[in-house]
């Protein structure tokens, strides 16, 4: 099926039989936390605002993006929107000044193994190379590599050594933005996340 088109009948009844965390079917949006480094605070985003999203300069830093769980139709779809927000955040002078990429989600993250998508989707003028967006957007699987790894809990010990060393790879590469595209567990981790850097008092916005 074309990626766009309009799904009938028994697709569109499997599709809605799918459960989606923070996700609101009749108004089609998708939740995220935004973390200030006081009380985090969900907000509901449609999938347009999500795949256009455009932050205000009040916020400076680099963003992270990360593909997690099985591989759907969309999900590099998905990431191609991200990387189109981020080129439409440097022409309007926004805060996010590099997108990287996790190789295969946060385990990559963790040892990491990132790319700098900015440098691999811009064209010679500095601006989003659409030809390889366009190719990104319809090529199935998962562009970056996936995992299934799900996050311990901050309180125990391997969860501690875990987050400790998340908020370590955060400071050192100035990430204040964190897209992570997955299903339920992937939401399990932005929601951990979250409220680790809360405590922490590391201001940033994490998106699932």
Request: glycine residues 12%.
């Amino acid at each position: 099926m074309r990626f766009g088109a309009r799904m009938r009948g028994r697709d569109q009844k499997r599709i809605d039989k799918i459960p989606r965390s923070g996700y609101n079917k009749r108004n089609r949006a998708c939740s995220f936390t935004e973390n200030s480094g006081k009380r985090g605070k969900k907000q509901l985003l449609t999938r347009r605002q999500m795949t256009e999203m455009k932050f205000t300069a009040n916020l400076r830093g680099n963003a992270v993006v990360g593909q997690s769980g099985g591989p759907t139709a969309a999900i590099n779809a998905t990431l191609a929107g991200v990387i189109r927000g981020f080129f439409e955040n440097k022409k309007s002078g926004g805060g996010i000044e590099r997108l990287f990429g996790m190789k295969n989600g946060i385990e990559g993250f963790l040892r990491e193994d990132m790319v700098d998508l900015g440098e691999r989707f811009s064209s010679a003028d500095g601006t989003a190379n659409e030809k390889e967006l366009s190719r990104l957007q319809h090529t199935p699987a998962s562009a970056l590599g996936s995992c299934r790894k799900k996050l311990p809990n901050p309180g125990t010990e391997e969860g501690k050594e875990t987050f400790e060393r998340l908020l370590e790879i955060f400071r050192k590469n100035d990430i204040r933005y964190f897209f992570y595209i997955g299903g339920n567990d992937s939401m399990d981790t932005v929601a951990k996340l979250s409220a680790y850097m809360e405590d922490k008092n590391y201001e940033m916005r994490l998106i699932g």
